[in-house]
């Protein structure tokens, strides 16, 4: 009678359906939850599979990446090897334009010091067809040496002094020397020197001074010379004499 009397209270009933209603949401939520854990596991299993191929592509994509690198490794020490190759031809070629510039300087030096032997060699040869001449002059027409005083006067042809000195010669004429022309010789006549003897036994010392006093262009004359040429045409050494000028006029 008691027990009928609680189903038939409307609390209990009430209580029953509340926990028929709780047990259902439970029994619905653990259905509901599997359900759920079974999509997010197979989810997962997706996620897991994707990721799988993710790094597999990761793996190759770090294996073409090693390549590069070490393919731009290579590359990178075949331009250095390039750069170095290029430096060294350039100092090569610049070591060779220095050596032909140097080449070029000698041969011009050579040519320049040849040229100079060539010269050389055409004045002494030029000499040599003089000192020819004179001996063939010389022996055509037989001329005796004579002893030469220093009081008596050398009897001299001056048309064959002048034919061989290559100039119109006259007796102590002061313009035969090499250096003095016909002011010059006014001056030395204004110092008491007016013949060739007189000349040779000048002092260079005297010579310099008159010259510098004069000043103009007579200071810069050289008179080293003069009085060898001027005993020389006293003592009738013609040929010596123009040998002689003909050294210094390749001096000059």
Not at 229 to 246: D, P, S
Request: proline share 2%.
């Amino acid at each position: 009678m008691v027990l009928l009397n609680i189903f038939n209270n409307e609390t209990f009933l009430l209580a029953a359906e509340t926990l028929i209603i709780v047990i259902g949401s439970m029994l619905l939520g653990i259905l509901l939850c599997y359900l759920n854990s079974w999509g997010l596991k197979r989810k997962f299993m997706e996620y897991d599979k994707a990721l799988e191929e993710e790094r597999k592509r990761t793996a190759d994509v770090v294996q073409k990446l090693s390549e590069v690198l070490k393919s731009k490794s290579t590359l990178e020490e075949e331009i250095e090897f390039g750069r170095r190759k290029i430096s060294e031809q350039a100092r090569t070629i610049y070591d060779q334009q220095i050596k032909s510039r140097e080449q070029e300087v000698e041969n011009t030096n050579q040519k320049t010091a040849f040229d100079q032997l060539n010269a050389t060699i055409d004045a002494y040869q030029q000499r040599i067809n003089i000192i020819q001449q004179d001996l063939e002059k010389s022996k055509i027409t037989k001329v005796k040496t004579r002893k030469i005083s220093q009081k008596a006067p050398v009897i001299v042809s001056y048309e064959h002094v002048s034919k061989l000195l290559g100039k119109q010669v006259a007796e102590n004429d002061l313009t035969l020397i090499l250096g003095i022309g016909p002011k010059t010789a006014e001056l030395l006549k204004s110092h008491g020197v007016d013949t060739w003897e007189k000349l040779s036994v000048t002092p260079l010392l005297n010579l310099s001074k008159w010259l510098l006093a004069a000043g103009g262009i007579y200071k810069n004359q050289d008179p080293t010379s003069w009085a060898k040429q001027a005993k020389m045409a006293t003592q009738g050494e013609w040929r010596k004499l123009r040998i002689f000028q003909e050294t210094l006029r390749g001096k000059a």
